[in-house]
């Protein structure tokens, strides 16, 4: 008890306070009512909050004990009589009686302003909780939270909440998504609902070890220095690529606010971009003018919650410790052995016995292969660590690294693609002298580097090395800048090992000659040398140009190339304008309908009755036979020009030429005559789609038309996972052995 009403208001508040509570306000209607319930009797009763208190009498009230409340976000009002009016919910309506018209005028106003408010503030909560990364605690996973940091965009359970306070305004702004109903604006619910907790760990939590992640129960120490370390010390954040340059972020953050990219601005106000930096622009002066100028909404609400806060100071990034002399996982000359369990490595001291350790496949950033002669192995790198995997054979290594890349590389991946990489490592890409960014894995081979973006919206490209390929490094940024053709492109890699092992690889790769296609070992045959020619310079410049192979060349341009590269194909002079490639790509379709006869006459029929057949399964056992059939010269080139168009039809969203359209062109190159028959022309097609699986061997998956770049419907030539739950060891140092997996033993899925 106080000794005065003051006293007991400081106490009533601090305590609050101190469980992360509002201070409760006046009661915003309150007074004698009679109930009827369902002999009438007088009551007292008051709207406190989102609630309607009832109490025995008005000492009751004051005193502040009460018989029940009734929830507002529940409950609807209608007036019954003269003086009455009832209150429903789903499980009671109660009936009231007031003691004037005034009476009832008022506590109807008051009660439907409540129930409106209530609704409002509730359906936050629910429109916020639709998503599945905001209906659990953005640090510790507490389930159902009820409290946001306004400016981190994390919704947070109320023990957070606590510590987030605890950082400052400054850092943190926690906000109900029950009781602060004026904050709740629609912009900001648009922006908890689209990005929220998902997109706000993927930049503040980016790389949290599984030792220091904070549970529901953890302690209130451990839960207070977990969220300094993430929010005021940055420690797991994933900085911006231009993170190293005040002028660059803000110059960035000027540009991004006047599109939709929330992501990237949470990325770059995360490295120190500032919301009160001078845009340059007379009209505009800072990033907040410039988003309402462009009419986004969700930037601007963003940009205004965060527009005098701090980020962590920026620390360019190196490795915890040397990870030439580090053994992270045991001691020096002790044998750890291990198992691949979906995307995890599983250590223990023998083979059966309980694990000692764990890796999370995810925290791999690069991959290299380190194989020498007799020698099969592949270093791991992950943000702290140096791994070197060996096996005994060229096989069993492709297995277990097979396995980590469908853990790691985004979207499905193409086994036969990934044959002979150098490299793989996730980098931020820049084009030319722009200063937008895309994290994608990068891979390098012979001759190549594959491209997959981490957004699967985006298309995977293809980038053809050559001698003349410039390539240089810039190691205090991690940089490596790369010129193909007309294309210039900035690789920014996460650790200075991952860029130079890269720049070291380049010069083998640039020096690598690569065929554009595939050929089944112990083939023998020729393609010709013009097809050849064309094969590669359409797949070097031109696989996005629009209606390849279908928008005609220039007809004496196209008689010169045809005339050329028949005598002399190498030097042949091929241009790489849009025009230039489709006078290459009619030089190539004139080629081999003048000067190729790919299928001889005297099979023409086996085709035609085979293309007929009904069953799928049936016609490409029997294509499979008819092309071994085939002269080998035949069969090299047809395969040769299959694969080419299998890889044109990848990237059909911008080319256009999907494989329909493909075997609408050259069905009258292969089949003369018969071009009209539509069998002929499905036939076509799957030579095309199932290219893999005729020519090469390789039996399909059954996610053939899940990769991107086909048209709707369209059919893929897949490989078989090769599954298997591959056994590992841990020898001295930071050396990992490979044991064959256990016959049987069947392993995660890609």
């Known amino acids: 008890m106080a000794h005065n009403k003051e006293v007991q208001e400081g106490w009533v508040t601090s305590l609050l306070a101190s469980r992360g509570q509002h201070p409760p306000v006046p009661?915003?209607?309150?007074?004698a009512l009679t109930m009827k319930n369902p002999r009438s009797s007088r009551v007292y009763a008051a709207i406190c909050g989102h609630n309607l208190w009832i109490y025995n009498n008005k000492e009751d009230f004051q005193l502040g004990v009460g018989m029940t409340y009734v929830s507002m976000n529940v409950a609807s009002v209608k007036q019954t009589g003269r003086h009455n009016f009832s209150l429903i919910t789903p499980y009671k309506t109660f009936n009231f009686s007031t003691d004037s018209l005034r009476e009832l005028g008022v506590w109807l106003g008051s009660l439907t302003q409540v129930i409106r408010s209530a609704l409002s503030c509730s359906e936050v909560a629910e429109r916020l909780w639709a998503s599945p990364w905001n209906k659990v605690c953005a640090d510790c996973g507490c389930a159902n939270p009820e409290w946001a940091s306004v400016n981190l965009l994390v919704v947070i359970c109320e023990a957070c909440a606590g510590q987030h306070r605890s950082l400052g305004m400054h850092v943190s702004k926690v906000r109900s998504l029950k009781l602060d109903i004026k904050v709740w604006t629609e912009p900001l619910i648009l922006l908890f609902v689209h990005y929220g907790n998902k997109a706000a760990n993927d930049v503040w939590g980016h790389n949290v070890p599984g030792a220091e992640q904070i549970l529901p129960d953890s302690s209130v120490d451990q839960r207070g220095e977990f969220i300094r370390a993430k929010y005021t010390k940055g420690r797991y954040r994933r900085t911006h690529?231009?993170?190293?340059?005040?002028?660059?972020?803000?110059?960035?953050?000027?540009?991004?606010?006047?599109?939709?990219?929330?992501?990237?601005?949470?990325?770059?106000?995360?490295?120190g971009a500032r919301v009160l930096c001078h845009s340059?622009?007379?009209?505009?002066?800072?990033?907040?003018?410039?988003?309402?100028?462009?009419?986004?909404?969700?930037?601007?609400?963003?940009?205004?919650?965060?527009?005098?806060?701090?980020?962590p100071a920026y620390a360019h990034q190196k490795p915890s410790r040397d990870p030439a002399t580090s053994v992270p996982f045991s001691a020096a000359g002790e044998e750890l052995h291990g198992k691949l369990e979906e995307d995890r490595f599983l250590f223990s001291q023998e083979n059966d016995s309980a694990a000692c350790d764990v890796l999370d496949l995810r925290e791999v950033i690069s991959i290299f292969d380190c194989s020498n002669g007799p020698t099969h192995a592949f270093e791991m790198v992950t943000l702290t660590d140096q791994l070197l995997c060996s096996a005994d054979t060229e096989d069993g290594l492709l297995v277990h690294l097979l396995h980590i890349l469908?853990?790691?590389?985004?979207?499905?991946?193409?086994?036969?693609?990934?044959?002979?990489?150098?490299?793989?490592s996730r980098v931020s890409l820049r084009?030319?002298?722009?200063?937008?960014?895309?994290?994608?894995?990068?891979?390098?081979?012979?001759?190549?580097?594959?491209i997959y973006p981490t957004d699967l919206q985006r298309h995977r490209e293809r980038l053809t090395l050559n001698p003349e390929t410039q390539y240089k490094i810039d190691s205090s940024e991690n940089t490596i800048e790369l010129v193909t053709g007309e294309r210039t492109m900035s690789m920014q890699f996460e650790r200075d090992?991952?860029?130079?092992?890269?720049?070291?690889?380049?010069?083998?790769?640039?020096?690598?000659?690569?065929?554009?296609?595939q050929v089944p070992p112990n083939t023998i045959g020729n393609v010709p040398p013009a097809i050849e020619r064309c094969i590669s310079h359409i797949t070097q410049y031109g696989l996005k140009v629009d209606g390849l192979y279908r928008r005609c060349g220039l007809a004496t341009k196209i008689s010169y190339l045809v005339e050329a590269l028949s005598s002399s194909p190498t030097t042949t002079p091929l241009e790489t304008d849009e025009e230039g490639l489709l006078d290459a790509a009619g030089a190539l379709k004139q080629y081999v309908r003048q000067q190729v006869v790919l299928i001889p006459e005297t099979h023409r029929k086996l085709w035609v009755e085979a293309a007929a057949h009904t069953e799928e399964t049936f016609r490409l056992a029997t294509y499979r036979g008819l092309l071994k059939k085939l002269p080998p010269d035949n069969r090299i080139t047809l395969n040769a020009l299959c694969g080419h168009f299998y890889?044109?039809?990848?990237?059909?969203?911008?080319?256009?030429?999907t494989a329909q359209n493909l075997a609408l062109v050259f069905v009258p190159t292969l089949f003369q005559e018969l071009a009209m028959n539509t069998d002929m022309v499905k036939l076509t097609r799957e030579l095309i789609i199932h290219h893999t699986l005729l020519f090469l061997n390789y039996p399909p998956t059954t996610d053939q038309a899940a990769e991107e770049g086909e048209a709707p419907g369209e059919e893929r030539s897949g490989f078989v996972d090769l599954g298997g739950n591959p056994g590992w060891e841990r020898?001295?140092?930071?050396?990992?052995?490979?044991?064959?997996?256990?016959?049987?033993?069947?392993?995660?899925e890609s």
């Open 27 to 31: 009661p915003e209607q309150h007074g």
């Open 241 to 271: 690529p231009l993170a190293s340059s005040q002028k660059l972020l803000n110059k960035r953050l000027c540009e991004i606010v006047c599109g939709p990219n929330v992501p990237e601005t949470m990325s770059l106000l995360c490295s």
């Open 280 to 311: 340059g622009d007379p009209h505009c002066s800072s990033p907040i003018s410039l988003a309402e100028r462009a009419g986004q909404a969700m930037q601007t609400e963003f940009l205004r919650h965060n527009e005098y806060t701090e980020a």
């Open 406 to 424: 469908k853990v790691v590389l985004p979207g499905p991946i193409d086994e036969e693609e990934l044959d002979r990489g150098f490299a793989m």
């Open 431 to 450: 084009e030319g002298g722009g200063l937008q960014h895309n994290e994608v894995w990068a891979v390098l081979r012979g001759g190549q580097v594959l």
């Open 497 to 517: 090992h991952s860029c130079q092992s890269w720049h070291s690889l380049l010069k083998r790769a640039v020096t690598t000659e690569r065929k554009l296609y």
């Open 647 to 657: 890889i044109v039809q990848q990237y059909s969203a911008e080319n256009r030429m």
């Open 731 to 748: 020898t001295m140092g930071s050396s990992w052995g490979l044991s064959p997996p256990a016959v049987g033993d069947r392993g995660g």
